[in-house]
């Protein structure tokens, strides 16, 4: 595809005699592949009768629904730049966000109405409104023009706008989808559309491969996604790791699971203990896949056929990857450096939409993560560069000791981050989120889990990756898809002092 996306989309549903078949079931119906395209030519026409010209931002603030899609697609169908928002962040994120933009228009349901019809925010539309006209057969240029801006995580600083133009879907960007998809494949995203995994496994894998998408208006809770999965009778689930966790603990979980064909993991690292009780439930139908929104996805890989819980997988095909040192030399198999995968582009974050597209192309990105590469070509994450903690001078990878922690049998969670002492020296603390049915109702045998903790960790550990103590926490800090953001963590350092 390298035209106009939403034009290529629906010439490719037409030719496969698709427009009859369900692409959605969402807000209690089903939608055709013939109703997806009538919306998107509504919206495209209400996008050109409100006065927006190629090129112009538009932002989505609107729940995952057959309206988001509507918007998106009838955005590209006009030569609009589609930029989906997180509809529930704080007023204070919100307004970052739509500085971050400066979008030419807002597309607008109720519940969102009320925070975006404020005064000086940008001019709004109820997306109702965008659809009632009349279908617009005409199609904008597509090629090298911008079509969809999404935000970073923000888990290593303020969130940015990547950038993706029309021909760049030829091979999309985000993760492929739990499998290839398909006509028999119903597909739920735990990930919302304003991620581009999310976006992607929902809206792009699904008019692609002519699969239908189960859409969920309310976030997902473990509890509505089991029900979800047996109502529709979803067949492939793409989820963030620290979501499958809770899905584990729900009742049932087990017999939901088995009737999945594959599932598929995303957004966060698979950490080693919940590769540990997803593995036996799931076998080769759990795939991880890595990767990032700048340069795409890397590697997927099936976490049943690797002992090695760093393992990921090997690199896509047509995707180069090395490891390279401090000095830019790349090391041999098994060395531990930063992982650089060769791209035929990426989308570099910019800080303000009017910044538009920067995409460097034919070159080396770096990764920032901490890998290597073994004899068989598969890769292995060991942790985030950034993330190296120094204690007594001397390098610590917070992810090798959160591993340990995380297999004592009664630890869900652990993470470890550095710890100014009240003496002036430099320690590690850790931070445990226990399984719940495991939670004692005695103080003592919370000291007992902490000294035990500790314990382990010297056994096994060099003295300065031991943690001097434990924090206990109902929930690791999580941004609004799941990542782990470590940098939370650091700042509650000084409060457990």
Known sequence: MAGNVTEDLARLAHARGWLGRTAFLADGRAWTYAEVFDGAARAARGYRSAGLRRGDRVLLALPDSVEMVWSALGAWQAGLVAVPVNVQMSWEDLTRAVETVEPALAVIDPDTAERLETPGFAPAIKVETLVAGEPDPEFAEGGDAPALAVFTSGTTGAPKLCFFLHRN????????????????????????????????????????TGQTAVLSRTRATPASVLGLIDRHQVTDLFAQPSFLARMLLEPGHAETFGRLREVSSAGEVLSPRLRERLVPILGNRLINNYGATEPGVISMGRPAAYSAPSAVGPALPGRPVRIVDADGRTLPAGRQGELHIYVDFASRGVARGSLGPDQPTDTWWPTGDLASIDDDGVIHVHGRLDDVEVIGGQNVVPGEVERLLESHPRVLEAAVSSVRRPAGDTSLRAYVVTLPESEPADPAEDAALDAELIALARSRLSWYKVPQDVVRLDTLPRNANGKFLRGQLRALGGQFV
């Open 169 to 208: 879907f030829v091979g999309p960007p985000g993760p492929p989808g739990p499998s290839s998809g398909g006509t028999r494949t119903v597909g739920l995203s735990v990930s919302r559309m304003y991620f581009l995994g999310g976006l992607h496994f929902s809206v792009l894998t699904t008019l692609v």
